[in-house]
């Protein structure tokens, strides 16, 4: 898919009103479901390039998770690089490394867990081989040696990002304060060391059986193919693959929250930092292309409210982040200051709130709203000009079609954001960022 044009129009559009059609995104594919055991499969052509991305999402992640069993569908997307049945220990990566391989990774979320590598499109059959083998048999290279190091290697990882790392400890606890502890969303998806530290190998054992079922699974691949090939390449080594139970799934309420939960952490970083966060519309639910906006009007880039108030203006702060994470359940917006030394706290969280109260009761411009939209439309349109990696073409296909059941689901998301209008942001804004329904993490210099 040729998208030069499509940029071009992008740009052009910035002093255009939004009454402006989108740009339309036409990635043609196929949809199927191997009858043999339930596999969920993506196919689109892409002969730009020589390569395809082979893309997997396993519909599991922390949301899978309980009270007391934190951090497991992340410590499991380690075991699934170190080798099954047919795939010696720690050859996954080196085989796909001499076959030429690129943008190789996993990653976890609170919704679901993705692994992806793009190689030349003559090893195709190669990728599909590694991916089949630890879908199906992962649990026959299982060893409890194996099982012990990666546990440590990700209990060195949450000291690595969250338990030794500037603010991580308060990020954490902000979104804690926003969920009951019971609620797969508390916290961390990387979970609690506690959690990880009492993790067994039969919880593995478990986790695979439940969640690692081919019926929770959509494969996608793109790129360089042929599609008659290809359907035969994946019946090759996905079709054989035993029928398991798809997991049950299990209902989840969210509290909405009543009150503002406040704390105050003492860390050992250099400046101080007000970081608030609020329960706000789920994924492509209403409201959450608004949020979107919102954020960046608020705090994407120098131009931004609260970086112009802050930081310009006043002097008070260091650095802004603002930011939607859109999610299954419920999503989260955030707001982060980082005050410059000796900063007041009272002062910088009351210029921060009036910049919030300006937003809930004045429309903001149109050409705010138009600079946040192209700019948004924009990085969506250039991830997939990558045909793999995270948020790529393959990847993209297989968000859509978790949340949406529509892989080709690009022009009306697009069209989410020509539908926003300065009537609409404020009434999001009004009804999200909302003083007394929040969470507030005050940091101060250990």
Not at 17 to 43: A, F, R
């Amino acid at each position: 898919m040729d998208l030069t044009p499509l940029l071009a129009l992008l740009v052009f559009s910035v002093s255009t009103p939004n009454d402006v059609p989108p740009p339309q995104i036409k990635i043609s594919y196929e949809k199927y479901v191997l009858t043999e055991n339930g596999l969920e499969v993506i196919l689109s052509e892409d002969h730009s390039l020589p390569i395809v991305a082979v893309n997997i999402w396993y519909h599991t992640g922390a949301v899978n998770e309980e009270l007391g069993r934190t951090g497991f569908a992340h410590l499991f997307e380690h075991l699934m690089f170190q080798g099954s049945k047919n795939v010696g220990d720690d050859q996954h990566l080196r085989l796909l490394d001499a076959a030429g391989a690129s943008e190789v990774n996993g990653t976890t979320s609170f919704d679901r867990t993705n692994y992806f590598e793009t190689v030349p499109s003559n090893q195709l059959a190669l990728a599909l081989w590694l991916e089949s083998d630890r879908m199906g048999f992962l649990l026959d290279a299982l060893t409890q040696k194996k099982f012990d190091n990666q546990r440590d290697v990700v209990m060195n990882e949450r000291r690595q990002t969250v338990d030794n790392y500037p603010y991580g400890i308060s990020d954490e606890r902000l979104v804690q304060l926003l969920f009951p502890p019971d609620h797969p969303y508390y916290g961390n998806v990387i979970g609690s060391m506690v959690d990880i530290a009492a993790a067994t190998i039969d919880d593995v054992r478990d986790f695979y059986t439940r969640y690692y079922a081919p019926a929770n699974a959509t494969l996608a691949i793109v790129g360089d193919i042929d599609i008659a090939k290809t359907k035969a390449l994946v019946a090759k080594y996905f079709a054989t693959l035993p029928q398991r139970q798809t997991p049950t799934i299990r209902k989840i309420e969210t509290p909405i929250l009543k009150n503002e939960e406040r704390v105050i952490i003492k860390e050992p970083v250099q400046l101080p930092r007000v970081a608030y966060a609020w329960l706000s519309p789920a994924a492509y639910q209403d409201g959450d292309a608004d949020c979107d906006i919102i954020a960046f009007i608020l705090g994407n880039g120098h131009a931004s409210r609260l970086y112009q108030k802050l930081v310009y203006e006043l002097q008070l702060a260091q650095e802004v982040s603002v930011g939607q994470a859109s999610n299954y359940l419920t999503s989260i917006f955030r707001i982060e200051v980082i005050g410059r030394p000796g900063v007041d706290i009272k002062r910088l969280e009351a210029e921060i709130q009036k910049v919030i109260d300006e937003i809930r009761s004045t429309p903001a411009s149109a050409q705010e709203i138009e600079r946040a939209r192209n700019q948004l439309v924009t990085e969506m349109v250039a991830y997939l000009q990558k045909i793999g990696d995270l948020n790529g073409k393959a990847d993209t296909l297989n968000r859509y079609n978790q949340y949406i059941n529509k892989p080709d689901y690009f022009n009306e998301d697009l069209a989410r954001y020509q539908r926003i209008t300065p009537s609409s942001v404020l009434n999001v804004a009004k009804e999200v960022l909302n003083s007394t329904a929040r969470a507030v993490v005050i940091t101060v210099p250990k």
